[in-house]
Nanobody, 115 residues
């Protein structure tokens, strides 16, 4: 069974930075495509960034140049470095693991950016 636990969310002023972490239990991490998604109130859940097992990254246009996804396979951890935060980045951020056709989700961590 795979469990994902996010941390690092919080409240910050516009222009600030946060780093989210997601630790995965189980033995699929190295082979899994990991991702960060976010969901604002009343909106659908959207992908923010993904990283393959080989380290190839993909970042949504809305956060390109501001957010960076990375992974540390030795620590079973994926990170999302968020810089130059904007109020529109306010959302619950979810960690995701995709492996062999199955999807796993963390419980989410709240990020609030005030203007």
């Amino acid at each position: 069974q795979v469990q994902l636990v996010e941390s690092g969310g919080g409240s910050v002023q516009a222009g600030g930075s946060l780093r989210l972490s997601c630790v995965a239990s189980g033995n699929i991490f190295r082979a899994a495509r990991m991702g960060w998604y976010r969901q604002a109130p009343g909106k659908q859940r959207d992908v923010v960034a993904t990283i393959t097992s080989g380290g190839t990254t993909n970042v949504a246009d809305s956060v390109k140049g501001r957010f960076t996804i990375s992974r540390d396979n030795a620590k079973n951890t994926v990170y999302l470095q968020m810089n130059s935060l904007k109020p529109e980045d306010t959302a619950v951020y979810f960690c995701n693991a995709e492996y062999s056709g199955s999807y796993y989700w963390g419980q989410g961590t709240q990020v609030t950016v005030s203007s």
